[in-house]
């Protein structure tokens, strides 16, 4: 397929798609072109339409291709389909899922050492909205569950891949039981300031909600990571 037809065809298919397109799927589902082929028309589509200084762009995230909205014009968005109720995350949640992005995979009980409360529902929450799934069981007495992050999670704060994630310089810490009170404020900041820039909530507005206290519950089980 002719390069300028291709990258018609992956407009497209952007404009329909509510999630990331990966160039390996489009690959398989056109049968006419190759991945590098596809791959190639992506990133030519994706630098036409950023030099066009339109209100929106073609982004890489969650390993796949998606037309976003620029992040000046987010509030209007926002304003027209009210999104950031369903996927605003508390501090508290924030924190806990930023341990388990650096240092996955990760048993709840790492978390808790980490940071030094109970995670029980905080677990449970991020489970609920996607950002954190069960990975399998740790090969340690108890066989407890290992947990890691998402697609979701990716697409949510705007990242390629895990590689993506920013490098804190004190990252080495998470091999210890308790990094410093600094190092989680510079991790969870770290998610803040991307969680913002795709215009989901502004800092303030983060405040636990009532019924995420730090209380005691019931492990997850395997079903619920699907």
Known sequence: MEIDKLKKVLESLLFVSDSPLPAKKVAAFLKDGSLEEVEQAFASLREDINQLDRSFQLVQVAEGYQLVTRPEYHRWAKELYKVISKTRLSKASLEALAIIAYKQPVTR?????????????????????????????????????????????????????????????????????????????????ELRRRETKMGLTPMEQAETPMGEAETPAAEPTPEQSN
Do not use: C
């Open 109 to 189: 009980a790492e978390v808790e050492a980490i940071r030094g409360v109970e995670v029980s529902n905080l677990v449970q929450s991020l489970l609920e909205k996607r950002m954190i799934r069960i990975l399998g069981r740790a090969e340690t007495p108890g066989r407890p569950l290992l947990y890691g992050t998402t697609t979701e999670f990716l697409i949510h704060f705007g990242l390629k891949d895990l590689a993506d994630l920013p490098k804190v310089s004190e990252i080495q810490e998470l091999a210890g039981d308790r990094p410093s009170p600094g190092f989680l404020k510079e991790m969870e900041g």
